[in-house]
């Protein structure tokens, strides 16, 4: 099994900034991608950013240019630094990744979700 568990969301003004961290542990022997997704209220869960085990990057176009996500391969963990946040980036956003566990194969886990407020 893997478990992660997501820290620093809260309420912010817009114009503001956030950094999320996700952190796994579990059975894990490598992880290949890690990620953040959000979901607002009424609306679908959509990818945020995206983090390669090699470095490869992936945004939303919605946040490109404000949002930066970096992870530490040797602590298993992903962050994503929020700039400049604007009311429409108010969501739970949620830790993703895809782990390498050896003879049990790959497994996808994602994390309990963190809420994001951004006031005007």
């Known amino acids: 099994q893997v478990h992660l568990v997501e820290s620093g969301g809260g309420l912010v003004q817009a114009g503001g900034s956030l950094r999320l961290s996700c952190a796994a542990s579990?059975?894990?022997?490598?992880?290949?991608?890690m990620g953040w997704y959000r979901q607002a209220p009424g609306k679908q869960r959509e990818l945020v950013a995206a983090i390669t085990r090699g470095g490869r990057i992936n945004y939303a176009d919605s946040v490109k240019g404000r949002f930066t996500i970096s992870r530490d391969n040797a602590k298993n963990t992903v962050y994503l630094q929020m700039n400049s946040l604007k009311p429409e980036d108010t969501a739970v956003y949620y830790c993703n990744g895809a782990f390498f566990l050896g003879a049990m194969g790959t497994l996808e886990a994602w994390g309990q979700g963190t809420l994001v407020t951004v006031s005007t």
């Open positions: 579990g059975n894990i022997l490598s992880v290949n991608v």
